[in-house]
């Protein structure tokens, strides 16, 4: 069998222009019945179907801030940002963003091409949806690399260039009409990295701000299907995105991450380059607040590892960088297309990690590409044995429609298995920040987020390593002084050893008006007068309830 499928691309290869047809098969035989079990039983199962789909409401107008609108979102920064940005321009037209998918009337799905898995659910979520009668707009990199997909039949969609029209689409649906929208910007007919980045958002964290930089990169990889939707490298202009870091700081905002498919090539395209971005960008960042770039690949940050070593070194930005590797064998990387080398890579690590005190360099790897052999693993093996990568991002190789690894023989899926248990293995044997600190050590942390299991805040060091805090206090927002108590494989627990008087206020988001609140895992900023009003309502309501029960208990007496 193995032999055979060497040989053989595609089934209908074995049939050839001498072999008798069908017809002439049965030319012989006078009755012919078709088996119609399996069918009627095919054709049951979709009326079922199709009896528990629920009849989807067609609105003749639309009348903002009467309907809801289901926001989710699968995949990187940059598709978190786009949809920031696309729940910011339908609140501002009057639609009420939700969670509750069961009461919203119209699902927007912003989805990720970069694996099967995430493709899977995506396909998983619009049934659901049309299943509960939902109008359903698709976003992301998986309608815009492939809208003529089945599943996405007669659906509206807004492609990744087009998010600053998401309220045209939105409203169209509703009214039962399908929309696409799959062109790319262009300004004077030239291509633009996207919409423009002054456009309102709704942050997820209104702490934090994700810029995406530029659109698009310069590679080719052979396993990758992002660059179907989101093409070659298109920067936006310096000016924009440092004025949109400025304003952001004035809304609230005490940290950004820069974010694209590759921020390492920024600017190629405009005659510029990330380092003078960077510049330019710690120039505008208040006190207290921080940086974070986003993913580059190892090529396009060698020519600058000087100045990118001073400015990860800076205070104000994180000392941070994910570059990923995807393998430690010089011939799998070939195959892939990576246009670099493992010594490249090594390079980048050693003389970053020589130059920035503590850096933390985060990587990926993708366990059985198709032309990956026992001896190319060993060298992904090696090499992250040598740097313990405090994060790092294991993937098992995924073949991709349209792509040209999607077409090589693949590894059979045991070996797969084998392999990515044995780096994950490798992954949890060793703790990196056991020996890098121990109980006692203060630093200082930025707190921005509230960590999964909704018990401790979660600051972020110079070094972007996790430090959770107990939530006994109002910390979010806030550089504080902390000493670690106890240190795990991927946090230290600390505690506050700073006087509230000397924590160092980074957001403007508390004020005399305005106040950070958790509900769960969400931080929400709510207006101080309305939660007073809220305190008022309540008062009164328990009142009235107080009067009602004594009422009661004063008639039962009489009686």
């Known amino acids: 069998m193995a032999a055979c499928t060497e040989i053989i691309d595609d089934i209908e290869d074995l049939i050839q222009s001498q072999d008798i047809t069908p017809k002439e098969r049965y030319a012989n035989k006078s009755n012919v019945t078709v088996r119609a079990k399996r069918v009627k039983k095919a054709l049951e199962a979709k009326e079922k179907d199709a009896a528990s789909v629920t009849e989807k409401s067609i609105l003749e107008s639309v009348i903002p801030g009467t309907q809801s609108i289901y926001l989710k979102t699968w995949g990187c920064a940059h598709n978190n940002s786009d949809s920031e940005y696309m729940a910011g321009q339908l609140a501002s037209y009057g639609y009420n963003i939700t969670?509750?998918?069961?009461?919203?009337?119209?699902?927007?799905?912003?989805?990720?091409?970069?694996?099967?898995?995430?493709?899977?659910?995506?396909?998983?979520?619009?049934?659901?949806?049309?299943?509960?009668?939902?109008?359903?707009?698709?976003?992301?990199?998986?309608?815009?690399?492939?809208?003529?997909?089945?599943?996405?039949?007669?659906?509206?969609?807004?492609?990744?260039?087009?998010?600053?029209?998401?309220?045209?689409?939105?409203?169209?649906?509703?009214?039962?009409?399908?929309?696409?929208?799959?062109?790319?910007?262009?300004?004077?007919?030239?291509?633009?990295?996207?919409?423009?980045?002054?456009?309102?958002?709704?942050?997820?964290?209104?702490?934090?701000?994700i810029i995406p930089i530029n659109s698009g990169c310069l590679n080719a990889c052979t396993y990758c299907k992002t660059k179907f939707a989101r093409a070659d490298l298109v920067s936006y202009p310096v000016e924009e995105i440092v004025q949109r870091a400025a304003h952001v700081f004035t809304e609230g905002v005490c940290e950004i991450w820069l974010t694209s498919e590759d921020t390492g090539t920024y600017g190629r395209d405009i005659g510029t380059s990330l380092p003078e971005l960077l510049w330019k960008l710690v120039a505008v960042i208040p006190d207290g607040c921080m940086l974070r770039l986003g993913m580059t690949n190892p090529p396009y940050i060698l020519e600058h590892l000087e100045e990118m070593a001073k400015i990860l070194a800076h205070p104000k930005v994180y000392s941070f960088l994910h570059v990923p590797i995807q393998s430690g064998s010089d011939s799998v990387l070939a195959d892939m297309k990576r246009e670099y080398c493992r010594s490249d890579f090594e390079q980048i690590a050693d003389f970053l990690m020589d130059k920035v005190p503590g850096i933390t360099i985060a990587t990926d790897?993708?366990?059985?590409?198709?032309?990956?052999?026992?001896?190319?693993?060993?060298?992904?093996?090696?090499?992250?044995?040598?740097?313990?990568?405090?994060?790092?991002?294991?993937?098992?190789?995924?073949?991709?429609?349209?792509?040209?690894?999607a077409k090589m023989q693949r590894i059979p899926a045991d070996q797969v298995k084998v392999r990515t248990k044995r780096?994950?293995?490798?992954?949890?044997?060793?703790?990196?920040?056991?020996?890098?600190?121990?109980?006692?050590?203060?630093?200082?942390?930025?707190?921005?987020?509230?960590?999964?299991?909704?018990?401790?805040?979660?600051?972020?060091?110079?070094?972007?390593?996790?430090?959770?805090?107990?939530?006994?206090?109002?910390?979010?927002?806030?550089?504080?002084?902390?000493?670690?108590?106890?240190?795990?494989?991927?946090?230290?627990?600390?505690?506050?050893?700073q006087e509230e008087k000397d924590w160092v206020r980074c957001t403007t988001l508390e004020n005399s008006k305005q106040a950070l609140e958790v509900d769960g895992s969400v931080i929400k900023v709510v207006s101080k007068d309305d939660k007073t009003q809220s305190y008022v309502v309540l008062l009164f309501f328990a009142f009235v309830s107080c009067g009602i029960a004594l009422v009661c208990r004063y008639f039962m007496l009489s009686i």
């Open 99 to 209: 969670s509750d998918k069961s009461n919203a009337d119209l699902w927007l799905l912003n989805s990720c091409t970069v694996k099967n898995p995430s493709e899977d659910t995506f396909r998983n979520e619009i049934q659901s949806a049309n299943k509960m009668g939902k109008h359903v707009v698709l976003a992301g990199c998986v309608p815009q690399a492939a809208p003529k997909s089945d599943y996405m039949h007669g659906l509206s969609i807004v492609g990744v260039h087009q998010i600053d029209r998401v309220t045209e689409v939105v409203e169209e649906t509703l009214k039962g009409h399908s929309v696409r929208l799959l062109q790319a910007k262009k300004l004077n007919g030239k291509r633009v990295a996207g919409p423009q980045l002054a456009l309102p958002k709704v942050r997820k964290n209104p702490l934090i701000e």
């Open 365 to 405: 790897i993708i366990c059985g590409f198709p032309t990956e052999t026992k001896d190319d693993f060993e060298h992904t093996m090696k090499l992250c044995e040598k740097y313990k990568f405090p994060s790092l991002f294991i993937n098992q190789f995924y073949p991709r429609p349209g792509t040209p690894a």
């Open 423 to 497: 780096l994950t293995d490798l992954f949890y044997s060793y703790e990196p920040y056991v020996g890098k600190y121990v109980a006692g050590d203060r630093q200082k942390v930025l707190v921005t987020e509230i960590s999964h299991d909704k018990k401790h805040y979660v600051g972020h060091n110079k070094c972007y390593e996790q430090v959770l805090l107990p939530m006994d206090k109002n910390l979010l927002g806030k550089l504080v002084e902390v000493e670690i108590v106890s240190i795990t494989k991927f946090s230290m627990l600390a505690k506050v050893v």
